[in-house]
């Protein structure tokens, strides 16, 4: 349990961004040091407590898919390994496996998430709308019920301690221009179904996820921050799905299911969570890495 990285700090390099769990280094004018911390989220709160391991399962993993994906689109990482930008022999065996060196691209000011199924703030759209984020879908559907097909509903992306908003594709077409919000639609999608089918043929359901994007000078769109992780998606065990509950899962849902049972507001600090919340929490997140990659 002493194996965490709460947050970086490293000598050599300047910290120029600091996120909800990633930290982020400039390297040079092409090339930035990522590091994701074992810190964890929810409803856009940093929690107080790391999740041990957290951070180098999810570099592993987005990593595990950014290659899985490079014949759909080209990615952020680059040919630059830790020893190559973290001098410090010490600070390189702190990081581990949670850092990685990327190309410095532009990222959209949009997250372009993707619906598979209906759930989460999506269901609560949907009880009160009967659509999710102005997309209309058939009468009658239970909480968890798989789409007709998956829905794009791009989002702003947040400020720390702020709350991302859903928008509809008209706004992202506002921000972004029409022809680059359209291959942003296309290409999440894709990524969606074909992760979403090598998942489920290893017994997890992707439920919904979130990708980022970003540019190089030349306008090239790259896949950037992390891919199907158990931060940015919401990962069901097959054998356990069911229709009109929330079903057991191997991501953060699970610490949002025990803070839904407490008396929080949702806002900053969060409240300490329980040795037996963060065990089982760290095992999920190695049990989802070992399913995928195995």
Known sequence: MNNTLYESKLSGLERINQGKVRDIYSVDDDHLLIVTSDRLSAFDVVLPNPIPGKGAVLTKLSNFWFERTAGIVPNHLSDLGLADVVTDETERAELGDRAVVVKRLKPLPVEAVVRGYLIGS??????????VCGIEL???LEMAAQLPEPIFT???????????????????????????????????????????????????????????FGLDEAGELYLIDEVL?????????ADQYATGISPPSFDKQFVRDHLETLNWNKTAPGPELPQEIIIRTAEKYQQALDQLTA
């Open 122 to 131: 999506g269901w609560k759209d949907y009880q009160e709308t009967g659509s």
């Open 138 to 140: 058939p009468p009658n």
């Open 154 to 212: 791009p989002a702003t992306k947040a400020d720390v301690g702020e709350h991302d908003e859903n928008i509809d594709f008209g706004r992202m077409c506002d921000m972004i221009g029409t022809e680059l919000a359209e291959r942003v639609r296309d290409l999440s999608v894709q990524i969606y179904l074909n992760g979403a089918e090598y998942a489920r043929e290893r017994g997890i359901i992707i439920a919904d996820t979130k990708f980022e």
């Open 229 to 237: 992780t158990p931060d940015s998606s919401r990962f069901w065990p």
